[in-house]
């Protein structure tokens, strides 16, 4: 199965894509970052995020992916902009006809590290062992991204495991 992996935003959209293998190993195939310049205009930011994203999945086409849910303490203006992202994002997996599942930052921190309330550094370490790579991925968008796509194949094989995170 192969998992496309997303960490939205609007200055910096991070993708993964996780294969995992008949044996159960994980491997990363691609990984990276989808970026926006922070003076263009909204609208063309939001184009630029479909239509790279809309790219990367017909080159890569996943079976399915994952896409955190958004999460916000106090900056309503960063929620707002993250969640027109998050459209354009769920829009291009739709029109791929992608099996689409959304995941909160404890699920997938739960997924990886085994607790809830692991922090960044715990969490990309933990991507780079699943991963078995040499280093840990960077950008961190990207490492988040891969471990959104890790959860998404770990959730397949047991769909209610993590429903009792949320």
């Known amino acids: 199965m192969l998992s496309l992996g997303i960490d939205p935003g609007t200055a910096i959209v991070g993708y993964g894509f996780v294969e995992e293998h008949n044996d159960g190993s994980l491997e990363a ?47 309503v203006t960063t929620a707002i902009t993250v969640a027109q992202s998050r459209g354009c994002i769920l829009l291009a997996l739709q029109q791929a006809q992608i099996r689409i599942n959304e995941y909160k930052p404890n699920q997938i921190k739960q997924s990886i590290s085994g607790y809830g309330g692991a922090d960044k550094a715990q969490m990309q370490e933990m991507v780079r062992l699943l991963l078995n790579l040499e280093k840990i991925p960077k950008p961190d968008d990207a490492a988040d991204a ?14 209610s495991a993590y429903d009792d995170l949320t």
């Open 29 to 75: 195939i691609h990984y990276g970052v989808i970026r926006t310049p922070a003076k263009t205009p909204m609208p063309e930011r939001l184009e630029t995020i479909f239509n790279e994203l809309s790219d990367l999945i017909e080159t890569y086409q996943p079976q399915s992916a994952g896409v955190e849910e958004l999460f916000f303490a106090r900056n």
């Open 146 to 159: 891969l471990a959104v796509a890790i959860t998404d194949i770990h959730t397949s094989h047991y769909p």
